[in-house]
């Protein structure tokens, strides 16, 4: 989750400037002006759900060097799947679409699609810290050296990563007011 704090648009409104505020109440503006806080709202949710996800792949990278210290291989496969896989999740929350439309687009990008796009990048935290729980037990099976138990955790972790995977997939339809 975010920062304890405010939420995210919140902020983006409080650090708007007196130009801006004024602005903000022009007939027309307002509501553009309005949907360029969502998305930075939204841009500021997502740079924190990559810092969390960085924590995580930087777990599963030092989970991965014990387990090849240890000499686990039946774990390698599900760990090298893993790792390769948290990367290419951290890329697409950092380089999905924030919901910008532009002028002569067939599809426009609404406030309440906006809403649904942030409701559902919020959620993805849960997500984060269900791998990072994953993470440890993995480490957990480590430490006590018992190479079956391993084998299951890194499956697990590769098991939760594809669940990750496929729920950032619907991220498109959220965003079109699809889903």
Request: charged share 30%.
């Given at each position: 989750?975010?920062?304890?704090?405010?939420?995210?648009?919140?902020?983006?409104?409080?650090?708007?400037?007196?130009?801006?505020?004024?602005?903000?109440?022009?007939?027309?503006?307002?509501?553009?002006?309005?949907?360029?806080?969502?998305?930075?709202?939204?841009?500021?949710?997502?740079?924190?759900?990559?810092?969390?996800?960085?924590?995580?792949?930087?777990?599963?990278?030092?989970?991965?060097?014990?387990?090849?210290?240890?000499?686990?291989?039946?774990?390698?496969?599900?760990?090298?799947?893993?790792?390769?896989?948290?990367?290419?999740?951290?890329?697409?929350?950092?380089?999905?679409?924030?919901?910008?439309?532009?002028?002569?687009?067939?599809?426009?990008?609404?406030?309440a699609e906006l809403d649904s796009l942030y409701a559902f990048d919020k959620a993805l935290f849960d997500d984060a810290a269900a791998l990072s729980g994953k993470v440890e037990a993995l480490e957990a099976a480590v430490d006590s050296g018992d190479?079956?138990?391993?084998?299951?955790?890194?499956?697990?972790?590769?098991?939760?990563?594809?669940?990750?995977?496929?729920?950032?997939?619907?991220?498109?339809?959220?965003?079109?007011?699809?889903?």
């Amino acid at each position: 989750m975010p920062a304890p704090g405010r939420e995210p648009l919140d902020a983006a409104k409080g650090g708007m400037r007196a130009l801006e505020q004024l602005e903000a109440m022009i007939p027309g503006f307002s509501g553009y002006k309005e949907k360029e806080l969502r998305r930075e709202a939204d841009r500021l949710l997502r740079d924190a759900l990559v810092s969390e996800l960085e924590e995580t792949s930087s777990a599963i990278d030092d989970a991965y060097g014990d387990i090849t210290s240890a000499k686990i291989a039946s774990a390698y496969p599900a760990m090298n799947t893993a790792a390769a896989m948290m990367d290419r999740i951290i890329g697409r929350v950092q380089s999905d679409d924030y919901g910008y439309a532009g002028f002569f687009d067939a599809v426009k990008v609404k406030e309440a699609e906006l809403d649904s796009l942030y409701a559902f990048d919020k959620a993805l935290f849960d997500d984060a810290a269900a791998l990072s729980g994953k993470v440890e037990a993995l480490e957990a099976a480590v430490d006590s050296g018992d190479a079956k138990a391993v084998g299951e955790k890194a499956a697990e972790l590769r098991k939760a990563l594809d669940a990750l995977d496929l729920k950032l997939n619907k991220r498109k339809s959220v965003m079109m007011g699809l889903a």
